[in-house]
């Protein structure tokens, strides 16, 4: 293909030119789209710089969350088993003998 490495070189060192004008250019083409985008980008939020620094670690969240989850099951549970047994009508009188 190439007959002397000097055509090779030539070579090479055109086209990593051209690459890096098509580089340039896409990068230019890249920074048009991002300036024509902000330009329609009107509303710019007021922050009051408020910081969560008092909050919890979410390991802390998250064992809280569970603790009350599993507080909230058992509530739930038995108060179901009350349920099941409110319509029992039998109420056995049970009297304890001691010889």
């Known amino acids: ?32 789209t991002e300036n024509e985008f902000d330009a329609e980008c009107t509303f710019k939020p007021k922050l009051n710089g408020f910081k969560f620094t008092n909050l919890p670690s979410f390991e802390e969240r998250n064992r809280a969350w569970l603790a009350n989850r599993e507080q909230q099951i058992e509530l739930k549970r038995k108060l179901d088993e009350n349920r099941d047994l409110e319509g029992c009508t039998f109420h056995p009188e049970i009297v304890s003998f001691k010889p």
């Open 1 to 32: 293909m190439f007959e002397c490495l000097n055509c090779f070189l030539l070579f090479f060192l055109k086209n990593e030119k051209l690459l890096e004008v098509k580089r340039a250019h896409i990068e230019q083409r890249k920074q048009e």
